[in-house]
T-cell receptor, first 116, second 115 residues
Framework: AQTVTQSQPEMSVQEAETVTLSCTYDTSESDYYLFWYKQPPSRQMILVIRQEAYKQQNATENRFSVNFQKAAKSFSLKISDSQLGDAAMYFCAYRSAPYNFNKFYFGSGTKLNVKP | GAGVSQSPSNKVTEKGKDVELRCDPISGHTALYWYRQSLGQGLEFLIYFQGNSAPDKSGLPSDRFSAERTGGSVSTLTIQRTQQEDSAVYLC?????????????FGSGTQLSVL
């Protein structure tokens, strides 16, 4: 089975600074998707960014970007110009590509604090 | 509806009681998923519905857990004879057809506390 590991239970960043959240995963598959989800106190999971494993180019969404290292099975999230609204739990997730439904494997999460 | 709706938002129950958790997906979404989020852990897949059928229920932790979906819309997750280890946030999500390129929409979950 696939496993996703987030080794940083909690991190803090100063407003306007940059922070990187780490994620590693274990899989024998060659085709898959990776995601970062944000969970604010409302508990509703919000998709931040998504990466297809077959794409070498790192995904970017405004202030959010990833560093995808397929050989190392590493998928980190970089948040630039951090804002107070970025404070939340962040979950890294994996999904097999060949399957036609969204069975995700999630990491244990990283709590991000943003200091004003 | 405008989003995925779950009820109740919070549920406190006594050990041994049965509970029902409800999920109302986005209108027209045929794919529906239940996940469980235990304290300090990530989300754990429970079950997937496509329409009213459940092609994958491999994540249900025991036979005390069951789920159904009627009319291709509302789903109910039932936990019988609740145990303290069942305490968690139960999240529901839906997507349009369950395809790999589709965005998953999550509800705000039900916080279940078993005393």
């Amino acid at each position: 089975a696939q496993t996703v590991t987030q080794s940083q239970p909690e991190m803090s960043v100063q407003e306007a600074e940059t922070v990187t959240l780490s994620c590693t995963y274990d899989t024998s598959e060659s085709d898959y998707y990776l995601f970062w989800y944000k969970q604010p106190p409302s508990r509703q999971m919000i998709l931040v960014i998504r990466q297809e494993a077959y794409k070498q180019q790192n995904a970017t969404e405004n202030r959010f970007s990833v560093n995808f290292q397929k050989a190392a099975k590493s998928f980190s999230l970089k948040i630039s110009d951090s804002q107070l609204g970025d404070a939340a739990m962040y979950f890294c997730a994996y999904r097999s590509a060949p399957y036609n439904f969204n069975k995700f494997y999630f990491g244990s999460g990283t709590k991000l604090n943003v200091k004003p | 509806g405008a989003g995925v709706s779950q009820s109740p938002s919070n549920k406190v129950t006594e050990k041994g009681k049965d509970v029902e958790l409800r999920c109302d997906p986005i209108s027209g979404h045929t794919a529906l998923y239940w996940y469980r989020q235990s304290l300090g852990q990530g989300l754990e897949f429970l079950i997937y519905f496509q329409g009213n059928s459940a092609p994958d229920k491999s994540g249900l932790p025991s036979d005390r857990f069951s789920a159904e979906r009627t009319g291709g819309s509302v789903s109910t997750l039932t936990i019988q004879r609740t145990q303290q280890e069942d305490s968690a946030v139960y999240l529901c999500a839906s997507s349009q057809r369950g395809g790999t390129n589709e965005k998953l929409f999550f509800g705000s979950g039900t916080q279940l506390s078993v005393l």
